[in-house]
């Protein structure tokens, strides 16, 4: 079963996987009763969550089964509902490559513009490549773009892209995977290999591996950066319970 289950995830392709996961929220509540594990976003408790991840980045017990979130979506939710981002009064909003466990609930929002992008999906507003993004500078008050620099060619010119249509003022989240026992970015052009590139990067269709540089390399597309680190800014946070990836941090990188 188990065996099934990691096939189906890591080959079916990702609009099969959504519509699956609608079947998946009927039947999680009574398949995984119980209280051991909480997610924060869809506010459910269950038995334990789904196992998750490429056989090299492989881990147990982190995919909520209702709303499929994992350690990053749940960081960020937990970020997003101490700031000002649901109560601030008007939010221009850019969301490229959006979340399925977000998308929902930002576009109820009556506080947010919501404009999402995307190279393809034909879900999203906007298509475009993320190296030229065919809108006007300092129009959007918070962007996300998570878990996409990792694919592109040249991530600083993509940064750069991000930090011209911020608003001055504005601020974004870029989450992308980091190797945090490594010092530095692990990049390396002649590894085009699928199963070398899952070795080397983490995943088939990575370019890079972070490392703890990766807030320097937002500095150098001209961002602030501002670290929102759970362990220290909330208070009486059960780690274990949401399944959290104890290294993460938030970056928040700001257009000032
Ligand atoms: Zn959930």
Redesign the pocket.
């Known amino acids: 079963m188990k065996t099934i289950y990691k096939y189906l995830l890591n080959t079916l392709p990702r609009p099969l996987l959504i519509r699956l996961s609608y079947v998946f929220k009927l039947f999680a509540p009574i398949a995984f009763k119980g209280s051991n594990v909480e997610?924060p976003?869809?506010e459910?408790k269950f038995r334990k969550f789904l196992s998750y991840g490429s056989d090299i980045a492989h881990r147990e017990n982190v995919l909520?089964p209702?709303?499929?979130?994992l350690e990053r979506h749940r960081l960020l939710w937990l970020y997003l509902k101490q700031s000002n981002f649901f109560s601030e009064k008007k939010i221009n909003l850019l969301h490229i490559a959006p979340e399925q466990?977000f998308y929902p609930i930002f576009k109820k929002q009556t506080n947010l513009n919501y404009t999402t992008a995307d190279l393809e999906s034909p879900l999203a507003d906007l298509h475009f490549d993320l190296h030229q993004i065919p809108l006007d500078e300092n129009s959007y008050d918070v962007i996300f773009c998570n878990h996409v620099l990792e694919h592109v060619k040249d991530d600083h010119q993509c940064m750069t892209e991000l930090y011209r249509v911020m608003k001055k003022g504005g601020w974004g989240i870029f989450q992308v995977p980091i190797n945090y026992e490594s010092e530095s970015t692990y990049e390396d052009s002649t590894i085009t290999d699928p199963k070398e590139r899952e070795k080397h990067f983490w995943q088939k269709d990575h370019l890079r591996l972070y490392g703890k540089d990766y807030p320097i390399k937002l500095e150098k597309a001209g961002f602030k950066i501002e670290i929102f680190n759970p362990r220290t800014d909330l208070k009486k946070l059960n780690y274990q319970k949401m399944r959290l990836n104890p290294d993460e941090l938030v970056y928040i990188a700001i257009k000032q």
């Not at 209702?66 to 979130?69: G, K, R, S």
């Open positions: 997610c976003v869809c459910r909520c209702y709303d499929l979130t466990c």
